[in-house]
Structures are given as structure tokens and as C-alpha cells.
């Protein structure tokens, strides 16, 4: 299991304990921009794995999602300052 699987899998389980924490235990505060900036690194790193092992195109859907992600995610921080 090489490293990006490895990460992508630290992710997977970090956002199903987020989902459960938020559902089941209490009610988090998380803003808006973390919950994208968690996204888009998560999707920037699939994409990065598929495109990295050839598999179809769909890595290069994920860098495409990441990318406009971040512009969301920009565009959020520069309403909180």
C-alpha cells in the first residue's frame, strides 16, 4: 500500500468520525471553509492517486472538482477577513 492510499485512508476515517461526531455526539462548529479546505485535499489527493496509477479519467475529474473547491474556498476566507 503506497503512501497516497495510505493518506487518502487517514482522511476517509478523519471524516466519517467528523460525521458521526457531528450527527451522534454533539453539534460541531465547523465553518464553512474547513469543511471545503477538508474536501478539496481530500479530492486533490484521489485525483493525484488515479492519475498516478493510470486508472481512467476520473482523476483528472477529481483535480478538476479540487481546483474549483479551493476557488470556494478562497473566495469564503475572503468573507471572514
Given amino acids: 500500500m503506497n503512501v497516497l492510499k495510505k493518506v487518502n485512508f487517514i482522511f476517509a476515517i478523519i471524516g466519517i468520525g467528523l460525521v458521526v ?3 451522534f455526539i454533539e453539534d ?3 465553518p464553512k471553509y474547513g469543511i471545503f479546505s477538508f ?7 484521489l485525483g ?6 493510470q486508472h481512467d479519467r ?5 483535480v478538476v472538482t479540487a481546483i ?3 476557488l470556494v474556498v478562497i473566495k469564503e476566507l475572503v468573507n471572514v477577513l
Fill in 21 to 23: 461526531l457531528y450527527f
Fill in 28 to 30: 460541531v462548529q465547523i
Fill in 39 to 45: 474536501l478539496l485535499v481530500t479530492f486533490l489527493l
Fill in 48 to 53: 493525484i492517486e488515479k492519475v498516478k496509477d
Fill in 58 to 62: 476520473s482523476g483528472y475529474l477529481y
Fill in 68 to 70: 474549483v473547491m479551493s
